[in-house]
T-cell receptor, first 114, second 111 residues
């Protein structure tokens, strides 16, 4: 079956703009989590969606938001971009994060803010 | 917030030497998962441990879950260049379904 698909793969934006990233989970997976990863850093948790509801949220400012659609596809939006938002954004899907199943990651979207 | 500590942050080894990374928590874990991220890649699931004292092996990799379910280790015997990358632990804590991630240990093979 198809893996987790993230689009676009690369993005260059100007400071102050906004951006929307997309994640299509593995078919049948209802949980989608988003992470920010900067060079040499670990995975910083942004939020998790399950059945169109935000179930968990990390410590990021309100400029970072997301949503999930009825087909489990998820989008992440960052408004008023700052230079420090340049990072690899990863999404991961799992069948249900309430159960201890593995997370499958997409290839990520590499965002550069100039 | 809930945390899991992973050490060391980096480990430099000669090819053929062993490598170990550790994850520790102050609270009981429901499970622990290990992932590998190759340079330029995304994290890929390696294994999950659920039972107290569980030990699992995958070729040269040995994964252990502590008796108290508060710590875990990943040991690689006789490292090879293909082992290069960052190894992350991730876990669910009791009564919490959010996956908590360690900071990762970067394995570097000395030339």
């Amino acid at each position: 079956k198809a893996g987790v698909t993230q689009t676009p793969r690369y993005l260059i934006k100007t400071r102050g703009q906004q951006v929307t990233l997309s994640c299509s989970p593995i078919s049948g997976h209802r949980s989608v989590s988003w992470y920010q990863q900067t060079p040499g850093q670990g995975l910083q948790f942004l939020f998790e969606y399950f059945s169109e509801t935000q179930r968990n949220k990390g410590n990021f400012p309100g400029r970072f938001s997301g949503r999930q659609f009825s087909n489990s596809r998820s989008e992440m939006n960052v408004s008023t971009l700052e230079l420090g938002d340049s990072a690899l954004y990863l999404c991961a899907s799992s069948f249900d994060s309430m159960e201890p199943t593995e997370a499958f990651f997409g290839q990520g979207t590499r965002l550069t803010v100039v | 917030g809930q945390q899991v500590m992973q050490i060391p942050q980096y480990q430099h080894v000669q090819e053929g030497e062993d490598f170990t990374t550790y994850c520790n928590s102050s609270t009981t874990l429901s499970n622990i998962q290990w992932y590998k991220q190759r340079p330029g890649g995304h994290p890929v699931f390696l294994i999950q441990l659920v039972k107290s004292g569980e030990v699992k092996k995958q070729k040269r990799l040995t994964f252990q879950f502590g008796e108290a379910k508060k710590n875990s280790s990943l040991h690689i015997t006789a490292t090879q260049t293909t082992d290069v990358g960052t190894y992350f632990c991730a876990c669910h804590m009791d009564s919490n379904y959010q996956l908590i991630w360690g900071a990762g240990t970067k394995l570097i093979i000395k030339p």
